[in-house]
């Protein structure tokens, strides 16, 4: 039992042992690794973790992008004038600017705006000075006797004007620059300025180079001898060399020594500018498209100054001609003016007519028909400032039917009396207003004869001379002696009046086709009694009706009648009064 109890402890110790010394190996395995990593991180931890942020950095594209945003403006500013540097940008930039305005060109457009309008102006300015100094001088060379002498040349030798005024005019001008490769011979550029032309440029740039090079070798030349100039007919070539390059000049004229200058400042700048290109060029010219505006300096042109004697006595024989052809044609121009403001003024005027017009001897003159009412064509030559002298006129007479006229005429002939008006419409002549019945009898039977008249119409006339009549002759009135038929003293002259006004009312009812009733009736005083008065006032009526019974007509029907003292004229005691109502009174009415 005790060496059971023994074996176990024995057993069981001995685990417990090795465990320990395992244990021990394992945490010196564990602290070995974590010096290891100290170690590691002290030496390479710094290096490490800004590996690790740079690794970071390049996988994040939006952190690359806000560097390369970052450092872009200066590279652009730092070589912006590299020509390596603008070779290599011009091709992106140039199919991103033509991507951009194929897809929306309003942004560039808007872009533009503000540089585009004074471009656009200055070009046209320019454009228009040029043609307005071409003009002028055109202008000066064409009002000249040498003018007319290089006209007769230009006929003489087939050639234009134009050509021939440049030839006699022009001192020198550059019509041609050739900008060449020195070692090569190859045509880099070329520019013209007005109708010159050159069949094969890099032909003319071969042959220069030929040239050259056969004047070097035929005269024992070194490499530092050049040509510098060639003759031919009208035309010179100058030539600049330079250590790469050489600029030649195509002239008409003759220079002056000093335009060599100008040669060597453009060639001594595309040295400057192209140098690379130059330097490493084969046969691609289009680099140096930018030195065309270098080379266009060079295309001078200078004419001669014209004398400043002129010709004087011709222009001012020109300019007194002209003044006197201004001067004449003003005085023409108004006194066309007034001319046809006189035959405006005619034209306008009833009753006449212009039938024609123009200039007879050295004078105006016009001839047409005149109503012999209308106004006096004379009186109209002062309004146009015109005189009788001024004018040979002619005028017919006629009579116009214009109602204006026809109504004055229709006065003239009918001349009708105070109180009737006329008045013309669509021809139909109407008279309005008491006029006498003779009267209208006459103008009816004149009217129709009268120009511009077709009819007269004298109805409202008539209508007034009617009611005249009838307030004529009930106008009358005879009084009679008290308890008496017999006409009180001077009443014998208002009975006669009343006959009168009687046998005129008879005309008129003839005249106008009308039937008239006349009552006469007897009146008397209130004095005495009914029975008496009635039988008085029938026999004083009687007495008016035997009157007028004279001149009675078949458009004139009498009648008469009493009425005592029934109808008073005033209502009175006095004598005066009551000798006012012993009377016979008159009334008309028209019989249907």
């Not at 290891?36 to 690359?64: V, W």
């Not at 021809?427 to 039977?445: C, F, I, K, M, Y």
Request: glycine share 6%.
């Amino acid at each position: 039992m005790a060496e059971t109890r023994s074996g176990p402890d024995r057993g069981g110790a001995a685990p417990a042992v090795l465990t320990s010394d395992r244990a021990a190996d394992g945490w010196r395995g564990v602290d070995d690794d974590d010096a290891l990593a100290e170690l590691r991180t002290l030496l390479i931890g710094q290096e490490r973790d800004q590996l690790a942020s740079i690794l970071e950095r390049l996988d994040d594209p939006a952190a690359r992008r806000r560097e390369v945003a970052d450092v872009l403006p200066h590279v652009l500013l730092e070589h912006a004038a590299d020509p390596r540097f603008m070779h290599a940008l011009t091709p992106p930039i140039e199919r991103a600017i033509t991507a951009s305005v194929r897809r929306n060109p309003a942004p560039l457009a808007d872009a533009l705006f503000p540089v585009m309008g004074p471009a656009i102006r200055k070009a046209v300015a320019a454009a228009l000075s040029g043609m307005v100094e071409t003009l002028n001088r055109a202008l000066e060379q064409s009002l000249s006797w040498r003018s007319i002498a290089w006209r007769l040349e230009a006929l003489r030798t087939g050639k234009s004007f134009a050509e021939v005024m440049l030839l006699h005019t022009l001192v020198y001008r550059v019509e041609q620059v050739f900008l060449i490769d020195r070692t090569s011979g190859l045509l880099l550029q070329h520019v013209t300025q007005g109708p010159a032309e050159v069949s094969d440029a890099d032909m003319v740039s071969g042959m220069l180079t030929a040239i050259r090079d056969f004047v070097k070798d035929s005269f024992r030349g070194t490499d530092n001898d050049s040509l510098e100039a060639v003759k031919v007919g009208e035309l010179s070539l100058w030539i600049e060399q330079g250590p790469r390059a050489v600029l030649a000049a195509v002239m008409r004229g003759s220079a002056p020594r000093a335009f060599r200058t100008t040669l060597q400042t453009a060639l001594e700048r595309i040295h400057l500018e192209f140098a690379d290109e130059l330097a490493r060029f084969r046969d691609d010219a289009s680099v140096f498209e930018g030195a065309r505006p270098t080379l266009e300096s060079c295309l001078h042109t200078e004419l001669q100054t014209p004398a400043a004697k002129g010709h004087r006595t011709l222009w001012i024989a020109l300019g007194v001609g002209a003044l006197a052809f201004a001067v004449w044609a003003g005085l023409a121009l108004r006194e066309r003016s007034r001319w046809n403001s006189y035959l405006e003024a005619l034209r306008s005027e009833p009753g006449i007519v212009v039938v024609s017009s123009g200039r007879r001897n050295g004078r105006h003159a016009v001839s047409g028909l005149r109503d012999p009412l209308a106004r006096d064509p004379a009186s109209l030559l002062s309004a146009s400032g015109l005189g009788p002298a001024d004018v040979d006129a002619t005028w017919e007479p006629f009579y116009a039917a214009s109602p204006a006229l026809a109504l004055a005429r229709a006065r003239q002939v009918l001349q009708p009396p105070d109180g009737v008006a006329l008045a013309l419409n669509h021809g139909v002549l109407s008279a309005s207003g008491a006029a006498p019945l003779s009267w209208l009898e006459s103008a009816s039977r004149l009217a129709a004869l009268i120009p511009g008249v077709s009819a007269f119409d004298g109805s409202t006339a008539a209508e007034a001379a009617v009611r005249a009549a009838i307030a004529r002759l009930e106008g009358l009135t005879p009084l009679f002696v008290k308890g008496q038929a017999t006409l009180a003293p001077g009443q014998d002259d208002v009975l006669r009046e009343l006959v009168v006004r009687a046998a005129e009312m008879q005309r008129t009812a003839a005249a106008v086709g009308r039937r008239f009733r006349v009552e006469v009736i007897g009146h008397t005083d209130a004095d005495g009694v009914p029975e008496s008065n009635l039988p008085l006032s029938r026999a004083r009526a009687a007495l008016v009706h035997a009157a007028l019974q004279r001149v009675a007509g078949d458009r004139f029907e009498i009648l008469e009648l009493g009425v005592g003292s029934n109808d008073p004229v005033v209502q009175s005691d006095s004598e005066t009064d009551k000798q006012r109502n012993r009377r016979v009174t008159v009334r008309v009415t028209q019989v249907p």
